[in-house]
């Protein structure tokens, strides 16, 4: 059985959980206004879309570094909240590499008529680098998540 320390730390990895799943859709969201961009080359829709996206980024951080700030001031700190920071860092890394694969895209696409085979092999070359660590970064994530995750199960047994 749980008990008042336990309780407050599953209230808390609640809030994280809930915060972290607004993630992918901002990424959807994020993901729908670059193929707009790409598609009509609307830098006006983009930069407020992004602007918007921005924003709700913000506050699934501040959501979650309040969890993460919350569980460190318990006593004893919860021993995972370490693991909320290294999420967060990870999330950072995260949507820096969406940008700068987006900005490779379109930069690509906006000089590939203008392309030589060099430049073109250096463009597959960048974007395969950045999806690969995009890739990597996501793993981590997961590994993250399912440890956070864990933990909390071993509080509810």
């Known amino acids: 059985m749980a008990n ?5 730390v599953l209230a808390l990895l609640k809030q994280l959980r809930a915060a972290q799943e607004r993630r992918p859709q901002i990424y959807k969201n994020l993901d729908a206004a670059f193929a707009a961009l790409l598609d009509s080359g609307d830098l006006k829709a983009y930069a407020e879309a992004t602007q918007q996206i921005t924003k709700e980024f913000g506050e699934v951080s501040q959501a979650i570094r309040h969890v993460e ?3 460190k ?5 919860w021993p995972m909240a370490g693991k909320i920071r290294e999420l967060q860092e990870l999330e950072r890394t995260k949507l820096s590499l969406t940008s700068e694969s987006q900005i490779l895209k379109k930069e690509h696409q906006d000089h590939s008529d203008h392309y030589e085979a060099f430049e073109e092999a250096e463009y597959e070359t960048q974007l395969k680098r950045v999806t690969g660590q995009l890739r990597e970064t996501v793993e981590q ?3 993250i998540l399912e440890e956070i995750r864990f933990a909390e199960f071993e509080l509810i047994e």
Not at 73 to 77: E, G, Q, S
């Open 4 to 8: 008042a320390n336990d309780k407050e």
């Open 69 to 71: 700030d919350s569980l």
């Open 73 to 77: 001031n318990l006593t004893p700190p």
């Open 141 to 143: 994530i997961n590994e």
